[in-house]
Protein backbone atom coordinates (compact mmCIF):
# COMPACT_ATOMS: atom_id res chain seq x y z
CA UNK A 1 0.00 0.00 0.00
CA UNK A 2 1.49 3.09 -1.08
CA UNK A 3 2.02 6.64 1.26
CA UNK A 4 -0.77 8.63 1.46
CA UNK A 5 -0.38 12.72 1.96
CA UNK A 6 -3.04 13.57 4.31
CA UNK A 7 -4.10 17.23 4.34
CA UNK A 8 -5.63 19.08 7.52
CA UNK A 9 -7.05 22.45 7.33
CA UNK A 10 -8.67 24.58 10.21
CA UNK A 11 -10.12 28.50 10.77
CA UNK A 12 -10.83 29.50 14.29
CA UNK A 13 -14.98 30.33 13.53
CA UNK A 14 -17.40 29.97 10.96
CA UNK A 15 -17.16 33.08 8.92
CA UNK A 16 -13.66 32.26 8.07
CA UNK A 17 -13.08 30.24 4.54
CA UNK A 18 -10.95 27.09 4.34
CA UNK A 19 -10.88 27.85 0.53
CA UNK A 20 -6.62 28.80 0.35
CA UNK A 21 -5.98 26.25 2.80
CA UNK A 22 -7.48 23.60 0.95
CA UNK A 23 -6.19 24.84 -2.11
CA UNK A 24 -2.58 24.83 -0.83
CA UNK A 25 -2.88 21.32 0.25
CA UNK A 26 -4.19 19.70 -2.86
CA UNK A 27 -1.62 21.61 -4.59
CA UNK A 28 1.15 19.93 -2.15
CA UNK A 29 0.05 16.70 -3.42
CA UNK A 30 -2.62 15.97 -0.67
CA UNK A 31 -5.02 13.19 -2.14
CA UNK A 32 -7.69 13.23 1.10
CA UNK A 33 -8.66 16.25 3.01
CA UNK A 34 -9.50 16.83 6.64
CA UNK A 35 -11.13 20.06 7.24
CA UNK A 36 -13.13 22.14 9.95
CA UNK A 37 -13.96 25.15 11.66
CA UNK A 38 -12.99 25.34 15.57
CA UNK A 39 -10.72 27.36 17.42
CA UNK A 40 -6.71 26.08 17.90
CA UNK A 41 -6.75 27.05 21.71
CA UNK A 42 -7.45 23.20 22.04
CA UNK A 43 -7.32 19.94 20.64
CA UNK A 44 -10.72 19.27 22.70
CA UNK A 45 -13.58 18.56 20.00
CA UNK A 46 -11.58 18.98 16.92
CA UNK A 47 -13.16 15.64 15.37
CA UNK A 48 -11.93 16.41 11.97
CA UNK A 49 -8.47 16.31 13.71
CA UNK A 50 -9.17 12.79 15.33
CA UNK A 51 -10.38 11.52 11.98
CA UNK A 52 -7.18 12.61 10.44
CA UNK A 53 -5.31 11.12 13.08
CA UNK A 54 -7.08 7.96 13.17
CA UNK A 55 -7.17 7.44 9.15
CA UNK A 56 -3.64 7.64 8.93
CA UNK A 57 -1.15 4.99 8.41
CA UNK A 58 2.41 3.70 9.09
CA UNK A 59 4.75 5.74 5.98
CA UNK A 60 1.77 8.53 5.52
CA UNK A 61 2.09 12.27 6.26
CA UNK A 62 0.32 14.35 7.62
CA UNK A 63 0.69 18.25 6.00
CA UNK A 64 -0.93 21.31 7.04
CA UNK A 65 -0.13 24.75 5.87
CA UNK A 66 1.09 25.83 8.82
CA UNK A 67 1.72 24.71 12.53
CA UNK A 68 -0.67 26.62 14.05
CA UNK A 69 -3.45 25.32 12.41
CA UNK A 70 -2.88 22.07 13.78
CA UNK A 71 -2.24 23.71 17.40
CA UNK A 72 -1.73 27.10 19.56
CA UNK A 73 -0.55 25.20 22.53
CA UNK A 74 3.51 23.36 22.79
CA UNK A 75 1.61 20.90 24.59
CA UNK A 76 -1.16 20.03 22.37
CA UNK A 77 1.21 20.29 19.41
CA UNK A 78 3.95 17.93 21.70
CA UNK A 79 0.62 15.36 22.31
CA UNK A 80 0.49 15.33 18.00
CA UNK A 81 3.34 15.13 17.38
CA UNK A 82 4.33 12.02 19.67
CA UNK A 83 1.16 10.40 18.52
CA UNK A 84 2.75 10.60 15.03
CA UNK A 85 5.78 9.28 15.71
CA UNK A 86 4.36 6.26 17.27
CA UNK A 87 2.30 5.92 14.45
CA UNK A 88 5.41 5.96 11.71
CA UNK A 89 3.75 9.17 10.48
CA UNK A 90 5.73 12.35 8.81
CA UNK A 91 4.35 15.53 9.41
CA UNK A 92 4.96 18.29 6.74
CA UNK A 93 4.27 22.19 6.49
CA UNK A 94 3.84 23.79 3.19
CA UNK A 95 4.67 27.52 4.67
CA UNK A 96 7.03 26.39 7.08
CA UNK A 97 10.48 24.15 6.48
CA UNK A 98 8.98 21.44 9.34
CA UNK A 99 10.94 18.22 8.97
CA UNK A 100 10.15 15.80 12.06
CA UNK A 101 12.67 13.16 11.00
CA UNK A 102 15.53 15.61 11.51
CA UNK A 103 17.06 17.49 15.17
CA UNK A 104 16.76 20.89 13.11
CA UNK A 105 13.19 20.31 11.96
CA UNK A 106 12.57 19.49 15.85
CA UNK A 107 13.51 21.88 16.95
CA UNK A 108 11.98 24.71 14.77
CA UNK A 109 8.69 23.08 15.07
CA UNK A 110 9.01 23.29 19.08
CA UNK A 111 9.92 26.86 18.40
CA UNK A 112 6.89 27.47 16.51
CA UNK A 113 4.46 26.09 18.94
CA UNK A 114 5.94 28.33 21.60
CA UNK A 115 5.27 31.26 19.33
CA UNK A 116 1.55 30.09 18.46
CA UNK A 117 1.15 29.52 22.45
CA UNK A 118 2.87 33.30 23.52
CA UNK A 119 0.36 35.10 20.73
CA UNK A 120 -2.71 33.19 21.92
CA UNK A 121 -2.07 34.20 25.55
CA UNK A 122 -1.27 38.11 23.99
CA UNK A 123 -4.43 37.53 22.28
CA UNK A 124 -6.06 36.43 25.99
CA UNK A 125 -4.39 38.70 28.07
CA UNK A 126 -5.65 41.55 25.27
CA UNK A 127 -9.51 40.32 25.51
CA UNK A 128 -8.99 40.38 29.39
CA UNK A 129 -7.75 43.71 29.03
CA UNK A 130 -10.68 45.66 26.66
CA UNK A 131 -13.47 44.06 28.91
CA UNK A 132 -11.68 45.08 32.27
CA UNK A 133 -11.81 48.63 30.44
CA UNK A 134 -15.87 47.73 28.79
CA UNK A 135 -16.53 46.97 32.79
CA UNK A 136 -14.82 50.09 34.14
CA UNK A 137 -17.09 52.36 31.53
CA UNK A 138 -20.51 50.49 33.12
CA UNK A 139 -20.14 49.25 29.08
CA UNK A 140 -20.06 45.40 29.73
CA UNK A 141 -22.46 43.64 31.83
CA UNK A 142 -21.19 40.04 30.78
CA UNK A 143 -23.76 37.49 29.31
CA UNK A 144 -26.91 37.94 29.94
CA UNK A 145 -28.57 34.96 32.18
CA UNK A 146 -29.89 31.74 30.36
CA UNK A 147 -32.22 30.95 33.77
CA UNK A 148 -34.95 33.48 34.89
CA UNK A 149 -33.97 32.69 38.94
CA UNK A 150 -37.05 35.02 39.45
CA UNK A 151 -39.43 32.40 37.96
CA UNK A 152 -37.48 29.81 39.79
CA UNK A 153 -37.80 31.17 43.18
CA UNK A 154 -41.40 31.67 42.28
CA UNK A 155 -41.86 28.18 41.45
CA UNK A 156 -40.21 27.08 44.96
CA UNK A 157 -42.81 29.36 46.96
CA UNK A 158 -45.65 28.13 45.89
CA UNK A 159 -44.35 24.64 46.95
CA UNK A 160 -43.10 23.29 43.19
CA UNK A 161 -40.38 20.63 43.66
CA UNK A 162 -37.65 20.85 42.15
CA UNK A 163 -37.73 18.40 39.75
CA UNK A 164 -40.95 19.48 37.97
CA UNK A 165 -39.64 23.12 37.96
CA UNK A 166 -36.33 22.07 35.88
CA UNK A 167 -38.55 20.07 33.47
CA UNK A 168 -40.40 23.13 32.75
CA UNK A 169 -37.88 25.41 32.51
CA UNK A 170 -35.45 23.07 30.75
CA UNK A 171 -32.91 23.18 33.41
CA UNK A 172 -31.16 20.93 35.63
CA UNK A 173 -32.21 20.00 38.93
CA UNK A 174 -28.95 20.67 40.14
CA UNK A 175 -29.29 24.49 38.15
CA UNK A 176 -32.69 24.71 40.53
CA UNK A 177 -31.08 23.49 43.61
CA UNK A 178 -27.75 25.85 43.30
CA UNK A 179 -30.41 28.99 43.10
CA UNK A 180 -32.17 28.12 45.77
CA UNK A 181 -28.71 27.77 47.92
CA UNK A 182 -27.73 30.99 46.65
CA UNK A 183 -31.22 32.56 47.88
CA UNK A 184 -30.72 30.69 51.32
CA UNK A 185 -27.00 32.09 51.56
CA UNK A 186 -28.15 35.87 50.49
CA UNK A 187 -30.84 35.66 52.88
CA UNK A 188 -28.71 34.77 55.77
CA UNK A 189 -26.39 37.76 55.78
Do not use: W
Amino acid sequence: MSATLIGYARVSSAAQSLEIQTAALTAAGCTKLFTEKKSGTSTAGRSALEKALEYAREGDTLTVTRIDRLARSIADLQTIIRCLKQKGIALRCTEQPVDTSTAAGKAFLDMLGVFAEFETNLRKERQMEGIAAAKAKGVYKGRKASVDREEVMRRLGVGEGKSSIAAALGITRMTVHRIAKEALTAAEK
